[in-house]
């Protein structure tokens, strides 16, 4: 079955410490990976997708097939980065997004 | 070029009633999707229309309808509503890609 798994719903770091929110899958084919952010009062937005490999706004996430992870990490938090962050799944041929429940990462000053 | 927009904002409706939800593609944009999200978890894909045809479907009941019109704009129909319909939906256009752009959502309590 396919399936996204974020296992933490709230993760606080200091302002400057390093994030990684963990996303985790379960896909039997060629998966897309996508990180989606929702800052409050906002709507949903792409953030990166694996295929392109950028950083954006100094976020990464490099896909591991073998551990069928996709964490996302940022080296230096900044309070801006306090938001609703989500993993997606892209089903091979469809535009079908399978979505994680979300972690919310408050950056704390 | 504008971005997705939907209406309405929100909408209570009784149980039972049937309720139509609208969204307007981002300019350009031949692909809409509808998900259902409920308090606290991730958004579920009901269905996808393409070029008008329904082009994939999640696990809804087909009393969860929909409509890609030719201007690219979309209906989502839900007949017989339950409490458990109460949800944020969203829809997002994207043109053959995977990168899908969001609209702001319509949430709808069913009471």
């Known amino acids: ?109 | 070029e504008t971005g997705v927009t939907q209406s309405p904002t929100h909408l209570i409706k009784t149980r039972g009633q049937q309720v139509t939800l609208r969204c307007s593609s981002q300019s350009g944009h031949n692909t809409v999707s509808w998900y259902q999200q409920a308090l606290g978890q991730g958004p579920q894909f009901i269905f996808q229309y393409y070029r008008e045809e329904e082009n994939g479907r999640g696990n809804f009941p087909p009393r969860f309808s929909g409509l890609q019109f030719p201007n690219y704009s979309s209906e989502l129909n839900v007949n017989a509503l339950e409490l458990d319909d109460s949800a944020l939906y969203l829809c997002a256009s994207s043109w053959d890609s995977y990168e899908q752009y969001f609209g702001p959502g319509t949430r709808l309590t069913v009471t």
Not at chain 1, 14 to 32: I, R
Not at chain 1, 53 to 60: M, N
């Open chain 1, 1 to 109: 079955a396919q399936r996204v798994t974020q296992p933490e719903k709230l993760l606080s770091v200091f302002k400057g410490a390093p994030v990684e929110l963990k996303c985790n899958y379960s896909y039997s084919g060629s998966p897309e990976l996508f990180w989606y952010v929702q800052y409050s009062r906002q709507r949903l937005q792409l953030l990166l997708r694996h295929i392109s490999r950028e950083s954006i706004k100094g976020f990464t996430a490099d896909l591991n097939k073998g551990e069928t992870s996709f964490h996302l990490k940022k080296p230096f938090a900044q309070e801006e980065d306090s938001a609703m962050y989500y993993c997606a799944l892209g089903a091979e041929g469809t535009y079908k997004y399978i979505f994680g429940t979300g972690t919310r990462l408050k950056v704390l000053a």
